[in-house]
């Protein structure tokens, strides 16, 4: 067992075995994430250069200063609130 980093939020103590919020697929053991706004699991890679499903996002959260694990659509609303000013071209989500 690794110590989380600082500012990761302590995993839940129960092993998520199911199925990915955003996907619906079985989660991956290893590669999965707690959501922090709807309170969910879902796909996230957790290191580099791995096959793994990305089914959210890790970004830094400036108000709370901590790092935020969202999934795809919390993640999506999350960009909306934060960058309501930001044009975006149909088809074209902003990159993470
Ligand atoms: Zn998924
Ligand atoms: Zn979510």
């Known amino acids: 067992m690794q110590e989380p980093a600082p500012g990761f939020a302590p995993p839940p103590d129960e092993p998520a075995t199911g199925p990915c919020i955003v996907c ?8 999965q994430a707690f959501c922090s706004s709807c309170l969910q699991f879902f796909h996230l890679r957790m290191t580099e250069n ?23 659509p919390c993640y999506a609303d ?3 609130r934060a960058y309501p000013s ?6 074209h989500p902003p990159r993470r």
């Open 50 to 72: 791995v096959e793994a499903r990305d089914c959210g996002a890790i970004y830094f959260d400036e108000e709370t200063c901590s790092m935020v694990f969202n999934c795809n």
């Open 78 to 80: 999350y960009i909306e």
């Open 86 to 91: 930001t044009p975006r071209m149909p088809g």
């Open 24 to 31: 619906d697929d079985p989660l991956d053991p290893v590669h």
